[in-house]
């Protein structure tokens, strides 16, 4: 009962910190995609985890904003994505395109970034 009392207070705190952040107007919630983690041995396959790396590069790729909250589990896999590591290269067009490498395990890829691209990280 008691493990029970700490989690639930716990996500209170998280999910008032993600409420002022959406009333305050600092996030968008038509423009966000929230990624929640999970204690739950099921919730952390590598199929679960390409599924939410997958969410973050189509969020980079439309220039939308992610939210992890207390999310370990993805850490690594956007390890350039949390540290600002972006590549710039100029297209065939001469315009300039930015890009951040995702990875899992040893697969990495370098995936498009749009402007307005933001990542916010919120942990207990």
Known sequence: EM??????????????????LFSSGMLDRARTTVLVGSVFRDDQTELQLV???NAV???MAK?????LL?????YEAL????NQRYMTRRTKQGK???????????????????P?????VLVQ
Not at 63 to 67: L, N, P, S
Not at 79 to 82: E, I, K, N, S
Not at 100 to 109: E, F, P, V, W
């Open 70 to 74: 207390n999310h370990g589990a993805v």
């Open 116 to 120: 307005g691209f933001q990542m916010v």
């Open 57 to 59: 590069k189509r969020a």
């Open 3 to 20: 493990l029970r009392s700490l989690v639930g207070s716990e996500m209170c705190i998280r999910d008032s910190a993600l409420g002022a």
């Open 79 to 82: 390890y350039d994505v949390l």
């Open 96 to 114: 300039l395109k930015q890009t951040l490498r995702l990875a899992i395990g040893a697969r990495s890829q370098l995936c498009e970034v749009k």
């Open 51 to 53: 599924l939410e790396v």
């Open 63 to 67: 220039g939308k904003t992610v939210v």
